[in-house]
T-cell receptor
Framework: EDKVVQSPLSLVVHEGDTVTLNCSYEVTNFRSLLWYKQEKKAPTFLFMLTSSGIEKKSGRLSSILDKKELFSILNITATQTGDSAIYLC????????????FGKGTTLSVSS | DAGVIQSPRHEVTEMGQEVTLRCKPI?????LFWYRQTMMRGLELLIYFNNNVPIDDSGMPEDRFSAKMPNASFSTLKIQPSEPRDSAVYFC?????????????FGEGSWLTVV
């Protein structure tokens, strides 16, 4: 059975800390791995990763994929209270239109 | 582009009542998905459509749930009769086609509470 597992499930840090969120997967016909940030509403897209070892970066956020070990990490440096959210990892497969498989998410709380 | 539009945004209903959630996908998107999100189970796929045809409904919990897509711009998810355990956020999402790279666009969700 295809699955996506995120860890930790929740995390509390202080502003300025650096955090690493983990996502491991076991899926058939892997195509891509995506990270989303969810605050009070719908998940918003952060990154899509398809190749191993190539870091994607956006401001203080970065992510990398390891297709051999079947995992990805999302790093957030110098965290701010606005980074508090649920971070979702999802995997897409090659079958046409097949829906993304989501992990349960990591709830990040950044305190000031 | 208006994005994926869902209604109602919030719904509180009594156990046993029928609930209908509505979704308008982004124009030109061929695939429409219904997801349910709870703290315990995270985001779960309920059903998805391709060109208005249901492709995979294996995630629909039981016969109380049904979904339709009568045309390319409208879909409904119906729960009848509703139960307290159906309380969740129901997201509708769409993608353009298989080449879009799995980039999925979510609506803002319908927050359902069954009391």
């Amino acid at each position: 059975e295809d699955k996506v597992v995120q860890s930790p499930l929740s995390l509390v840090v202080h502003e300025g800390d650096t955090v690493t969120l983990n996502c491991s997967y076991e899926v058939t016909n892997f195509r891509s791995l995506l990270w989303y940030k969810q605050e009070k509403k719908a998940p918003t897209f952060l990154f899509m990763l398809t190749s191993s070892g190539i870091e994607k970066k956006s401001g203080r956020l970065s992510s990398i994929l390891d297709k051999k070990e079947l995992f990805s990490i999302l790093n957030i440096t110098a965290t701010q209270t606005g980074d508090s959210a649920i971070y979702l990892c999802a995997v897409g497969r090659h079958q046409a239109g097949t829906a993304l498989i989501f992990g349960k998410g990591t709830t990040l709380s950044v305190s000031s | 582009d208006a994005g994926v539009i869902q209604s109602p945004r919030h719904e509180v209903t009594e156990m046993g009542q029928e609930v209908t959630l509505r979704c308008k996908p982004i124009s030109g998107h061929d695939y429409l998905f219904w997801y349910r999100q709870t703290m315990m189970r995270g985001l779960e796929l309920l059903i998805y459509f391709n060109n208005n045809v249901p492709i995979d409904d294996s995630g629909m919990p039981e016969d109380r749930f049904s979904a339709k897509m009568p045309n390319a711009s409208f879909s409904t998810l119906k729960i009848q009769p509703s139960e307290p355990r159906d309380s969740a956020v129901y997201f509708c999402a769409s993608i353009r086609d298989r080449i879009s790279g799995n980039t999925i666009y979510f609506g803002e969700g319908s927050w359902l509470t069954v009391v």
